[in-house]
């Protein structure tokens, strides 16, 4: 119990040292800004938890996995709930000009799953994955539920990778975030279209299973 709290307090002051830094409002500052935030609810949440019931220490690698897990755990199911024929699904009553297709955004979820994870293994991301697009070999329903899976799996590769030596480790091309901060992002990213998936299956009667 005692490591947990010592784990807990040094994720704490890292989480802060995060927090601190200043970045411009523009070029994805804000959206760093929310990351970090959500770091330190994350961290906060977690170590209370770990403190409560666990009877052996927790690493950052587990506690990040956690939080892999319980976002697949919504966005895969949703995904599938969604019959094949609504994958060409998009919004059209009210201000919905340009916007992706059911299908489009599981597979920019995942494309980003792909890139984030292949940054913090330090790893090329997989071809067609640029500007986190998928290819466009991905046609039918079955093959970006796989393409979607897989990209799930690649996260817990990058959380299995993590520990508190490497966590603050600087990615030269993602601006210098970190390892850590970069599977943080995945799990924002992923929230936030859950969030538009949910959405999509409403506005087709479709209850999400995670509400059901």
Not at 129 to 158: C, I, W
Not at 179 to 202: F, K, N, T, W
Request: glycine share 6%; charged share 20%; hydrophobic share 40%.
């Amino acid at each position: 119990m005692t490591k947990n709290l010592q784990t807990s307090a040094c994720l704490k002051v890292s989480f802060k040292s995060y927090l601190a830094r200043k970045e411009p409002f523009s070029e994805g500052g804000i959206a760093l800004r929310v990351s970090r935030i959500f770091a330190v609810i994350l961290t906060l949440s977690t170590s209370s938890l770990i403190a409560q019931v666990a009877t052996s220490p927790h690493t950052v690698s587990q506690v990040v996995d956690f939080w892999v897990t319980n976002t697949e755990q919504l966005v895969v199911p949703a995904a599938d709930a969604m019959p094949e024929g609504k994958y060409s699904f998009a919004p059209s009553n009210g201000e919905f000009s340009g916007v992706r297709t059911f299908g489009e955004q599981v597979k920019h979820l995942a494309a980003a799953n792909y890139q984030l994870a292949a940054a913090t293994l330090g790893a090329e991301p997989p071809v067609g994955t640029d500007h986190e697009t998928a290819p466009d070999t991905l046609k039918t329903k079955a093959q970006v539920m796989d393409y979607l899976k897989g990209s799930f799996t690649n996260l817990h590769r990058a959380a299995a990778a993590l520990n508190e030596n490497n966590m603050d480790d600087p990615i030269p091309s993602k601006g210098n975030r970190t390892r850590l901060l970069m599977l943080i992002d995945a799990v924002v990213h992923s929230s936030e279209h859950y969030g538009q998936i949910v959405e999509y299956l409403r506005m087709n009667s479709i209850v999400p299973p995670a509400s059901r």
